[in-house]
């Protein structure tokens, strides 16, 4: 809030505090740590930038030898590094780097995605990782420098031993890919919305599919058939929105991962909010309620 000359308190949102104009090229990832503390901006003109959220200032620049198409802090408040996931946009390589060390050499590279990683995310309360690539697959590996990133513990991280006891390969099976990964703040699960329009809530502890959402044009196509239907809207606003949502899906075709948007939990973790052709949908993932 603000105090306006008439002494009372006006609610201003979001307020402008201070543009960086520090890429050069596109910026293909935006993270912030666990905490909240940290934020990195990498880019396709081969540079990540760190910035203290607090003090709005700029703090380390990382110049790399490769394209970045991911990024993401993997470890923990207080710990003695500040360590950073960096995919390779052109291979399946993800690098670990130290964010706040000037040269940017790789802590090690991790290889066991064989295509572009496009999303990572860390789990604090397990301390693993999550990865995915644009060949459907999603990865697991711990956020431990020690065990160089192995695969996660049982039971202790998670409560499998074999990737295949999982639903892990619903992409690859779907021949589709998560074009958006988001962590639930109470670390139990996460979702993903994938280059065929489904939302889906897997455990992070099992691997296994929770719940499926269709949000495909064909479901709005046969809901828009139906004048009782609660999603029905004017059949030239129709026309319009479909016109534009066929545009999107060539896009994500040819491989933008970011022309669907996004999907993200809230700070409670029980809705889930995500881009339809009608609006942006919030669903109570408890009860299923809009």
């Known amino acids: 809030v603000s105090t306006q000359s008439t002494g009372k308190k006006q609610p201003v949102g979001i307020e402008f505090v201070k543009t960086f104009r520090c890429h050069t090229a596109p910026v293909v990832a935006l993270a912030s740590s666990s905490d909240g503390a940290l934020l990195v901006s990498a880019s396709s003109d081969r540079t990540a930038k760190l910035f203290d959220v607090r003090t709005f200032d700029m703090i380390n620049i990382l110049s790399l030898d490769f394209a970045p198409g991911a990024a993401a802090f993997v ?40 295509a572009p990683v496009h999303r990572i995310a860390f789990v604090p309360s397990a301390n693993i990782v999550i990865s995915a690539d644009t060949a459907g697959h999603i990865e697991y590996w711990s956020a431990d420098l020690e065990s160089n990133f192995a695969a996660p513990k049982c ?35 996460f979702a993903t919305l994938g280059a065929d329009r489904r939302v889906r809530i897997f455990s992070i502890r099992t691997g296994k599919l929770l719940k499926e959402y269709d949000e495909s044009l064909s479901v709005y196509s046969q809901a828009q058939k139906d004048e009782n239907n609660l999603y029905r809207v004017d059949s030239i606003d129709f026309g319009r929105r479909m016109a534009i949502e066929r545009d999107i899906d060539a896009q994500v075709a040819a491989g933008d991962n970011a022309a669907l948007g996004s999907v993200t939990f809230d ?24």
């Open 155 to 189: 039971p202790e991280q998670v409560a499998f031993r074999f990737k295949m006891d999982t639903d892990l390969f619903t992409f690859v099976k779907a021949k589709t890919r998560p074009v958006s990964l988001a962590v639930s703040p109470t670390g139990d699960r």
């Open 267 to 290: 700070a409670s973790g029980h809705f889930l909010l995500y881009p339809t052709m009608l609006g942006v949908k919030v669903v109570n993932v408890e009860t299923n309620a809009l």
């Open 75 to 114: 470890s923990s408040p207080g710990a003695s590094r500040t360590l950073l996931a960096l995919a390779d946009a052109n291979s399946g390589t993800v690098h670990i780097v130290d964010a706040r060390d000037a040269d940017a050499k790789s802590i090690t590279t991790l290889t066991f995605h064989k």
